[in-house]
T-cell receptor
Framework: QKEVEQNSGPLSVPEGAIASLNCTYSDRGSQSFFWYRQYSGKSPELIMSIYSNGDKEDGRFTAQLNKASQYVSLLIRDSQPSDSATYLCAVNTRNSGYSTLTFGKGTMLLVSP | GAGVSQTPSNKVTEKGKYVELRCDPISGHTALYWYRQSLGQGPEFLIYFQGTGAADDSGLPNDRFFAVRPEGSVSTLKIQRTERGDSAVYLC?????????????FGPGTRLTVT
């Protein structure tokens, strides 16, 4: 059973702080990693993808990947109340020439003004 | 451009009835996925289409669930003899291709309630 684990939270941070969201995965063969943001009652929205070890930055978001530790994280700098949402970690599950995604249960982030 | 669209946005049906959920992927996306999301859970994979064929239907929970994509674009998820446990949000996603490096984009979902 290929698994993706996330703390359910909620993770509470004050406005302007750095929010750090973590995810571990069990399938060593996974090659692609994604972070989705999901507002209450809405569908997941892709915010970051990362494929190689190290950091990838996009605006206030930084994704970090460590394949040896099977760990991927998302940092949100200068957190805003509008960042309050559930963040889903998704990992590709390799099959024969294609992949599907395995999701964690998500971490709820609450940013207080 | 237009994103993934799904209809209906909400569907309430009685136990034992048949329902169809529709997904229209992003234009040019050959890969289409159906997921199901229950409250407090992440999306769970149901079925994957590459073009017209179902390349992987291993996530379908039982034979009451079936999906088609006859022309390689719009897909319909069909649920027979609905049960209360089928109540969930059904999400459709599409990507340029089914290979691992392509990002999946989700539609708004269909919330199915079986009474």
């Amino acid at each position: 059973q290929k698994e993706v684990e996330q703390n359910s939270g909620p993770l509470s941070v004050p406005e302007g702080a750095i929010a750090s969201l973590n995810c571990t995965y069990s399938d060593r063969g996974s090659q692609s990693f994604f972070w989705y943001r999901q507002y209450s009652g809405k569908s997941p929205e892709l915010i970051m993808s990362i494929y190689s070890n190290g950091d990838k930055e996009d605006g206030r978001f930084t994704a970090q990947l460590n394949k040896a530790s099977q760990y991927v994280s998302l940092l949100i700098r200068d957190s805003q109340p509008s960042d309050s949402a559930t963040y889903l970690c998704a990992v590709n599950t390799r099959n024969s020439g294609y992949s599907t995604l395995t999701f964690g249960k998500g971490t709820m982030l609450l940013v207080s003004p | 451009g237009a994103g993934v669209s799904q209809t209906p946005s909400n569907k309430v049906t009685e136990k034992g009835k048949y329902v169809e959920l529709r997904c229209d992927p992003i234009s040019g996306h050959t890969a289409l996925y159906w997921y199901r999301q229950s409250l407090g859970q992440g999306p769970e994979f149901l079925i994957y289409f590459q073009g017209t064929g179902a390349a992987d239907d291993s996530g379908l929970p039982n034979d009451r669930f079936f999906a088609v994509r006859p022309e390689g674009s719009v897909s319909t998820l069909k649920i027979q003899r609905t049960e209360r446990g089928d109540s969930a949000v059904y999400l459709c996603a599409s990507s340029l291709s089914g290979t691992s490096s392509y990002e999946q984009y989700f539609g708004p979902g269909t919330r199915l309630t079986v009474t």
